[in-house]
């Protein structure tokens, strides 16, 4: 570990590793972060390029990504009133460890198969 944190002798909510996966965790959170890694998206934006994700939990899942800092909202002008959804430098600082998951998902996915 590049640190004294993460050589700790038990998970520990400030150690980064453990900081880094709370901010993915929760079914659906990676796939509303990969949306919004390509730019802000409204809310109706998001509901259609996440088809099967119901309005309630879409709404937690934006409210928890904000909550931890990941995502900034801004309400635009107009009726209907809109709603505009961004990462923040450290929702895009995430790009890299989603990218990994990925490529590690795919080689863990490949030799469970082999087996």
Known sequence: MPDERGRSARPEPDCPVEVALAA???RW???VLRELMNG???YSDLCERL????????????????????LTHERLRGFPVRTRY??????LALR???IELYRTGVAV?????RR
């Open 24 to 26: 993915v965790a929760g």
């Open 29 to 31: 959170t990676t796939l």
């Open 40 to 42: 802000p998206h409204s």
């Open 51 to 70: 088809p099967d994700i119901s309005a309630k939990v879409l709404a937690e899942r934006l409210r928890v990504l904000e909550q931890r800092g990941l």
């Open 86 to 91: 961004q990462l923040t430098p450290a929702g």
């Open 96 to 98: 890299p460890l989603l």
């Open 109 to 113: 996915g490949s030799a469970h198969e």
